[in-house]
């Protein structure tokens, strides 16, 4: 199988093109803090969707511990001020 055909999508007809993926990666690239402010443009695809994979998981994370510090703040605080800050979540 020639490279190109490994990298084609046939969802509907459409395929993405090399130069797609090249401006895809380039521009997750830009999203991570990480490789941001690289001072080398040439970092590979791979190391970019590690990074990816990387800043995911500590978002996740993130959100799991501000998940558990809201819950813990709801617990501690009297039911009217709870009701406002459940509302203002749900906004």
Do not use: F
């Amino acid at each position: 199988m020639s490279s190109r055909r490994s990298r084609s999508r046939q969802s509907g007809g459409s395929r993405i093109t090399d130069d797609q993926i090249y401006d895809l990666v380039s521009k997750l690239q830009q999203l991570l803090p990480e490789l941001r402010n690289s001072h080398s443009d040439k970092v590979s695809a791979a190391k970019v969707l590690q990074e990816t994979c990387n800043y995911i998981r500590s978002l996740h994370r993130e959100v799991d511990d501000l998940s558990e510090r809201l819950s813990e703040l709801l617990a501690t605080t009297d039911s009217a001020q709870a009701a406002i800050i459940r509302s203002l979540l749900l906004r």
